[in-house]
């Protein structure tokens, strides 16, 4: 598994009740931050463009280890939160979760995906999908694993992590993107407080 080493420098940051760390439709700043700066250890790299949704480009957040590993680096896609209708990858809080892996070795972007106010379901779940299936593609020019590719999220982008993680491409959520040649299948997933109930809107914690 790829993230179990990771768990404890997660924690404390995260020992609050979620209604003190989160707030729909902000940057989830209320959050102390983990990094005031980008480490020195750390390569980071914004505004790459991973793909397109609804013709409009999309764009995703590298952090990565600036001394090249002897081997392949495992790789995290990570996956905002904000009610699917707010927030942004460079957020505060989100590129603080990107800095934290890319100094435990791990190759890590942070997306963008279609907001609810720009399109509705499943833009979003195919947004993140053509996300993986660019980082697949890329494997070899940034040093991956492409066996070993995770994604990460929170809230809304817990959500959409677990529907990476239980829906191959007979699901009809691959969208057309980008990257069609390569598999949107990740080999990890954490769910950090993903919505999975829509019966009754509650939300019982992380899984």
């Known amino acids: 598994m790829l993230f179990p080493a990771l768990l404890p420098l997660y924690a404390e940051e995260h ?20 990094y005031d700066s980008v480490p020195e250890t750390v390569e980071f790299i914004k505004d790459i463009e991973f793909g397109k949704g609804g013709g409009k480009p999309l764009h995703l957040t590298i952090a990565r280890p600036k001394k090249k590993p002897s081997g392949l680096m495992p790789a995290v896609v990570y996956v905002h939160g904000g009610g699917w209708r707010a927030n942004d990858k460079d957020g505060s809080h989100f590129t603080d979760k990107i800095l ?23 833009s979003a779940i195919e947004d993140t999908k053509c996300a993986v299936r660019f980082v697949r593609a890329h494997a070899k020019e940034y040093q991956i694993d492409p066996t070993h590719i995770g994604a990460w999220g929170e809230s809304a982008g817990g959500h959409l992590v677990a529907l990476i993680g239980t829906s191959d491409a007979k699901a009809g959520l691959e969208g057309g993107g980008g990257w069609a040649d390569q598999s949107s299948r990740v080999q990890a997933v954490v769910d950090y407080y993903g919505p999975a109930d829509f019966l009754t809107g509650k939300n019982p914690g992380s899984t």
């Open 100 to 122: 934290m892996l890319a100094e435990n070795g791990f190759f890590a972007v942070s997306i963008n995906y279609r907001l609810s106010g720009e399109a509705g379901f499943p």
């Open 15 to 34: 020992s609050r009740p979620s209604q003190e760390r989160e707030a729909e439709g902000t940057e989830f700043n209320s959050a102390k931050r983990l």
